[in-house]
């Protein structure tokens, strides 16, 4: 093995130091959404600016372009397909991407999102809009503005340099050209469901369960289907997600709603995969470099809604989870079959809430807020007409009327936060999903048998081997390509989705 | 009013800055101890070790050292008994302390402590001092080395470099001299109590009561007593401790034995008395600043065991608590009487843990403490000897055979921690609290009757005015003097427990 030179070992020790210090914003925020007393706030965006600041100048100091320099000049190191040339590959690219950002723009996000995010939870609880607006208008202003710093290819948009954050590479039109023909497929199957009749009853979804049975079956599933409960956690917040705090620690939140366990059944699942993907990352090697980071956002929503809705929302899953729900939620269980849970959790129906729409109409979801925010960036709309936007389209795409902005506009925490080209992600994070499975279904055909019986490490090794260890080492179409053989399509999303029409509506 | 220079803005600001990223660290202290995964161990030590560089690197910027040069060389700002005079004095101390410390040191302090901590954590559960010993042996090594850098008097010892982070002018010889006679008036006491027979019985405060219960109860008392919740929380921990995180941020932890509920309370009531001195230090206008800190932990201690002791466990507090404890904890209070608990919460019974020792015995604990860390920290102690001086100790000051390490030498966190120099603070407390209690009697002549009646507010007020509101404007000495007209000393402590010894035991 030849010796790693010392440009190359600082750089990484640098890169570790600098995420080990984005460990520490993230706990910040996570606080802030767990465990922080409101009379913390004022502090608490003082302290994720500072530390916003810190990060940045960490990243972006000279020394570190120097050191990039210096291990891009040697041609050993930078041997074609190897780890330290896919690791420079992308130190580079957000190397160049971070230092176009002034330090003092990145404390003022941290600063305002951290803010928002408070004002923004008060807003919602109290379903008025005209308290966010200001703040919404001001993180549109300063999203303007980074977009600028970052600049985008020619003939391109705004959009385009902040989405790139997210799933790099990706561009608004070719969002937009994803999104309008899966958007036609999907109205003509919603269509179609809507037609057949009434569907199935979600009253079995609808036990009164108490949150602390529901926490402790949670942390059962957890358990069961693999992510190390001794390296993360599990907790309440208004929004669920999961943050990769550091190595050894990965942190799932959730809510409970005391008349539908599903809820909180599918959001555990969904950050669960999140969690999966966080836990199976090279950190224990690779800390701060992109060989332990995550590809895009998309390939890691596909690792959520995988778990949530691939194997969650399966016969097979319901099969094993039947007498351990009874054991743990209560006697009511017993009163339903697997097929009545099965068809309950497949229904297609309009619904107002993004994070418990069903996995149909969820993408429609998807489509009205990236119309929203782009039209929102380029300055097409302005903030005073979202409500009346927001609401247009969901009649118009969902058939349904939205009774106030907590249920409307005020549902989503992301754009209090700053996170502005974000929601795309999760329909591509659908269609990898769905790509990935039949891939799955190929490579494990005892894996019906098997979650059935509640084994799940085949499966989770197969993530792990195909997709988690890789980390950022290819880009999410060539991951795709390698994965699976073929290029991103809407086709396994539409065959699944069609599928699940036909066993539960008949359609 | 005069314009304020634009060096002592600049100088504020800079140490605001510092102090919220002390904040940052004061959290990821206080995640490790309540819900951090284990897994996130080693990732924390690391994020530690980052923050108390950064921290120290900007409390000792050459900026900093010339910011506070030119103020001092401002007379008007200077002008003696002023708030900027006492601030630029206290900031003068602090910064010429903090510049002796080199930053690899401190870095390494914080990553020892916090690795340590997790050691001493395990090796308490498993009653394991031999895998906790290394630890213990590196922590006082770079404490030495630490307190080499500081440096001492003439005729000092190292200890003094310590003490000095903790008690301000505090020396090893001063404590001496203190505990001496208090040791000598305390085991007099002692042994007439003993002498007197069996003492009231514990029954009272041995209901068996669900954690859950007396997390409530504790909340109620909380809010009840003052603590603002708000700007505050309440947690479980393995070692009860306040953390000061930041402005409307202070949090405390108990822990709860379900067969011995006034643990948990006197726990509670002890770190609210520490959360109600930071809550009412002037963070709002001085976060950062001396005129915002706490003055010396003996002063901080005054605070927690004045509303543990002489609140919590006089006989006004057991008449208003009765009724709201038999609504929250239980029927099984009404088999007692408010004398029943009186006598039983002010027993004088020699017992192993610290934490949960009476008010007369626990300062034999801390005399315990000091008298091993002063001989560890001078080399005439090792380590390996610390179990047997310990249960010697025990054995010749309380009369108690130690059963094993676990409920020895092992139950603080504080040397794992690198707290050296810190638990003579504890009985100074004590000392501080009756010289105050003492003055406050005379102050408020109707305390005790609004005590009975659940008004604690004349009694946070006085306080506020009298003790909080200073920050670090005084000296301790200077405070006591300034307060109750006299230097501090031990007659207070020991009327205070002579009079609980007659009215308990009737000697």
């Not at 190897?82 to 957000?94: F, G, K, L, T, V």
């Not at 985008?152 to 050209?177: N, Q, R, V, W």
């Not at 290819?474 to 029409?501: D, F, I, N, Q, W």
């Amino acid at each position: 093995m030849p010796a790693v030179p010392a440009a190359y070992s600082e750089l990484c020790k640098l890169m570790r130091d600098a995420a080990h210090l984005n460990s520490v914003a993230s706990l910040l925020n996570w606080d802030q959404e767990t465990y922080m007393p409101h009379g913390g706030s004022e502090g608490r965006a003082e302290q994720s600016s500072l530390m916003a600041g810190i990060v940045h100048e960490r990243r972006t100091s000279p020394k570190v372009g120097e050191l990039i320099a210096n291990c891009e000049a040697d041609d050993t190191l930078m041997k074609p397909g190897s780890e330290p040339a896919a690791n420079m590959r992308e130190m580079r690219r957000d190397y160049d991407r971070a230092t176009k950002l002034p330090g003092e723009l990145v404390e003022e996000l941290a600063k305002v999102g951290s803010l928002a995010q408070d004002v923004w939870k008060e807003a919602r609880a109290k379903d008025d809009f005209a308290k966010f607006a200001p703040w919404l208008e001001r993180m549109f202003e300063l999203s303007r503005r980074k977009a600028a710093c970052y600049g985008f290819a020619e003939g391109g948009e705004a959009y385009d340099a902040l989405l790139d954050d997210h799933e790099p590479g990706g561009t608004a039109k070719m969002i937009e050209a994803t999104f309008a023909p899966l958007r036609a497929s999907l109205a003509e199957l919603l269509k179609k469901v809507a037609d057949s009749g009434e569907g199935p009853s979600e009253k079995p979804l609808k036990l009164k369960i108490e949150a602390d049975k529901q926490h402790k079956f949670g942390l059962f599933v957890l358990e069961k289907m693999g992510f190390d409960l001794n390296a993360g956690r599990l907790d309440v917040t208004t929004h669920p997600f999961c943050s990769g705090i550091g190595p050894g620690d990965t942190r799932l939140t959730t809510r409970y709603r005391d008349e539908k366990f599903s809820d909180a059944l599918y959001g555990t699942l969904h950050e669960m995969g999140h969690g999966l993907y966080e836990q199976g990352l090279p950190k224990a090697d690779h800390f701060g470099e992109p060989l332990a980071g995550d590809i895009s956002l998309g390939i890691h929503e596909s690792q959520s809604r995988m778990w949530e809705n691939f194997v969650g929302r399966g016969k097979p899953f319901w099969k094993w989870i039947m007498p351990h729900a009874k054991k743990h939620l209560g006697k009511d269980f017993g009163k339903y079959t697997v097929k009545d849970y099965y068809a309950a959790v497949n229904t297609a129906r309009p619904s107002l809430i993004r994070v418990e729409a069903d996995e149909a109409t969820y993408n429609m979801h998807v489509m009205i807020r990236f119309e929203i925010e782009r039209a929102l960036l380029s300055g097409a709309m302005k903030v005073k007409d979202v409500p009346g936007e927001w609401n247009r389209r969901y009649k118009e795409y969902l058939g349904i009327t939205v009774p106030d902005d907590r249920r409307g506009c005020l549902q989503d925490v992301h754009w209090s936060f700053g996170l502005i080209g974000y929601f795309p992600t999760y329909t591509l994070g659908n269609l990898y999903a769905a790509q990935f499975w039949e891939k799955i279904n190929e490579d494990l055909p005892e894996m019906d048998k098997q979650i059935a019986k509640g084994q799940f490490s085949e499966l989770k090794n197969w993530l792990n081997e195909k997709i988690h260890k890789h980390g950022r080492r290819y880009r999410a179409s060539e991951l795709c390509k390698k994965v699976t053989g073929k290029e991103l399509s809407a086709a396994p999303l539409m065959r699944h989705l069609a599928a699940k029409a036909k066993a539960v509506y008949g359609v």
